[in-house]
T-cell receptor, first 108, second 114 residues
Framework: KNEVEQSPQNLTAQEGEFITINCSYS?????LHWLQQHPGGGIVSLFM???GKKKHGRLIATINIQEKHSSLHITASHPRDSAVYIC??????????FGQGTRLTINP | DADVTQTPRNRITKTGKRIMLECSQT?????MYWYRQDPGLGLRLIYY???????NKGEISDGYSVSRQAQAKFSLSLESAIPNQTALYFC?????????????FGPGTRLTVL
């Protein structure tokens, strides 16, 4: 079993819908990283968090350390949000362990 | 200009050839990483370096070697490329801190070994 599991693996939605992507992990962590990988392959950091909630524009990330679970939400989704979203956790010493990614497609 | 650059962006080579992938950064970060990404699998760590004199193996270092020529440069070599090393390779950097910090990724190098 992977140490970091994301769900769903694939998600297709209509423009304007509220999107939730989940990440569960089985190890003790110091922080969690949400990343976005564009269709062209480039990877961009969205959030890094160790507790609570962070918001940037239409994106919201939450983490529950006790339940070993994090969620990434996108409000008022748009086709340009179509990408692969990757959850990664720090197990210590600044080494990341990655989930397999969630492929999101937003249709106009 | 991009903060983390990788060269080449695409490379096709033959089995047995030696290949070097280069990574440069202008962020002034101490820590640099090499990852590979395969379809259906998450990113996996090949090597990482916390400063110029520090090199560490990641989870899949066999068949690879690295060189940290300067704080800003970290190269990945495939001494004798094989087809199952066909993948997308990413370099990343992060700042030194007592705990953890955000990682910044290069644009990736798509390597095909025939």
């Amino acid at each position: 079993k992977n140490e970091v599991e994301q769900s769903p693996q694939n998600l297709t939605a209509q423009e304007g819908e509220f999107i939730t992507i989940n990440c569960s992990y089985s190890v003790g962590i110091s922080a969690l990283h949400w990343l976005q990988q564009h269709p062209g392959g480039g990877i961009v950091s969205l959030f890094m968090l160790s507790s609570g909630k962070k918001k940037h524009g239409r994106l919201i990330a939450t983490i529950n350390i006790q339940e070993k679970h994090s969620s990434l939400h996108i409000t008022a989704s748009h086709p340009r949000d179509s990408a692969v979203y990757i959850c990664a956790v720090y197990k210590g010493a600044q080494k990341l362990v990655f989930g397999q990614g969630t492929r999101l497609t937003i249709n106009p | 200009d991009a903060d983390v650059t990788q060269t080449p962006r695409n490379r096709i080579t033959k089995t047995g050839k030696r290949i070097m992938l280069e990574c440069s950064q202008t962020k002034g970060h101490d820590r640099m990483y090499w990852y590979r990404q395969d379809p259906g699998l998450g990113l996996r760590l090949i090597y990482y370096s916390f400063d110029v004199k520090d090199i560490n193996k990641g989870e899949i270092s066999d068949g690879y070697s690295v060189s940290r020529q300067a704080q800003a440069k970290f190269s990945l070599s495939l001494e004798s490329a094989i087809p199952n090393q066909t993948a997308l390779y990413f370099c990343a950097t992060s700042d030194f801190s007592a705990g953890y910090s955000e990682q910044f990724f290069g644009p990736g190098t798509r390597l095909t070994v025939l």
